[in-house]
């Protein structure tokens, strides 16, 4: 195949684009596309999780509520019984009112030691939420630098031509005879043209015997010689 070196050029561009059109280069999700979506899902799973959090706190704070509650009505208990003993002469009724005593204080005792576990619980349950919101705030921080790093990347690229209209120009500016054998190696191989970089094939990266690259670098410069390995068109370095 015979081509000048600018059309050279245009050759080694247009067999880039189609290739990286076939890899899936050009994905309609971009990374930056990527980055947010599971920077969202991340946020949505810590969000979930300090609301979480928060949900047992609030349950453990009730719970407190409740013990505080049953104790000041025990403590009232134990006083309308202490006050009652003191005027009350009859003995069955003393009984009945020093079980109730009784019964009341180890009542109190009780809870008191369920409020003392219940206050030691919830201090890490607090912990626990509040490095949950923590997280769940960084994790909003990282959305928004997704969200921006996708708006920069979109603005970048909405001038950026699409790659089959790239490729569409770039075929029109090639010969149609060697444009035609550019296709029909391309056909076979993959690839159809690939840079040369003066020892291996950018094709199929083959190391050429050393006989080959004085022959290939001799070369006429509007010639373009084949890799011995997959048949790609090796276009040299072009200034």
């Not at 080694?12 to 969202?40: C, F, H, M, V, W």
Request: aromatic share 2%; charged share 30%; net charge negative.
């Amino acid at each position: 195949m015979k081509l000048d070196q600018q059309q050279q050029k245009t050759l080694l561009e247009l067999a880039t684009a189609e290739r990286a059109l076939n890899a899936g280069a050009y994905s309609k999700i971009s990374p930056e596309q990527d980055a947010l979506d599971k920077a969202l899902a991340e946020q949505t799973r810590l969000r979930d999780a300090a609301s979480a959090a928060q949900m047992v706190v609030d349950d453990m704070e009730n719970e407190i509520l409740r013990i505080q509650s049953d104790e000041r009505k025990l403590r009232r208990r134990k006083k309308d019984s202490q006050d009652a003993l003191g005027a009350e002469t009859d003995e069955e009724r003393r009984r009945d009112l020093n079980h109730d005593l009784y019964t009341a204080k180890s009542r109190i005792a009780d809870l008191m030691s369920e409020l003392q576990e219940a206050h030691n619980e919830i201090h890490a349950l607090r912990n626990n939420r509040d490095l949950s919101q923590s997280r769940a705030k960084d994790a909003e921080r990282i959305v928004a630098e997704a969200r921006a790093a996708l708006d920069a990347a979109n603005a970048s690229a909405a001038g950026d031509e699409d790659p089959r209209e790239k490729i569409a120009r770039l075929s029109q500016e090639i010969p149609a005879p060697a444009l035609a054998e550019y296709h029909a190696q391309r056909d076979e191989n993959g690839v159809g043209a690939a840079q040369y970089n003066g020892r291996s094939c950018g094709g199929c990266a083959m190391v050429l015997p050393a006989g080959l690259l004085s022959e290939i670098r001799n070369a006429p410069a509007d010639e373009l010689p084949q890799c011995p390995e997959c048949g790609s068109y090796l276009i040299r370095d072009i200034s």
